[in-house]
């Protein structure tokens, strides 16, 4: 564990309230950007964040402080936040929006544009990788963005997803090798990155 996690995992066991701020102020930007990447939405990446945060804390609020001093923080957040995501994803398909005809529901629907940080995030290449993503099983994809996105070690995804090292190191090769196939099959130019 470096030596900021051993900091506020020590917070976290000595002022759970102080602890928490730090913690939400240190991982926040980094569990948005996992939720972004998995769903495609700014704004359901919020929602999930906002969740994964009151989960963590309500659970922190039933852990002894030696439990606290012993967390992961971010391995542990991500598990929370993928988690969250997969319930999500299950809720939406056992229990759709609405029943209502699409003609005459169209009317009260929010506007579907993109906002002003949407258009301002949406390069070409980032478009054309998120789609890709989104078209990755759910596994390969969570894998790839822990790995590629949010930038946590092959221990750490195994933690998170709790699973062998190996099993993580495959589901990350296979998700690169269907980016790859995915992003070669389109007409433009594919990125030099995932192509390597």
Known sequence: MDEMAEQL???????????????VRLHATVVRAFLLRVTGSAA?????????????????????????RALRPRAWLMTIAANTWRNQVRTAVRHPVSAVPVEDSCGAWADARPGPEERASA???????????????????????????????????????????GTVKAQVSRGIGSLRLLLEGRDDPPMREVVK
């Open 9 to 23: 995992t020590e917070r976290l066991a000595v002022d759970l309230d102080d602890g928490f701020t730090e913690l």
């Open 44 to 68: 359901e990446a919020d929602d999930l964040g906002q969740d994964t945060f009151l989960r963590a804390y309500t659970a922190l609020r039933g852990y002894s402080p030696e439990r606290r």
């Open 123 to 165: 390069s070409h290449d980032r478009g054309c990788l998120v789609s890709a993503l989104a078209e990755l099983p759910e596994k390969p994809r969570v894998a790839v963005v822990l790995r590629h996105v949010v930038g946590m070690s092959y221990g750490e995804i195994a933690e998170a997803q709790g699973c062998p090292v």
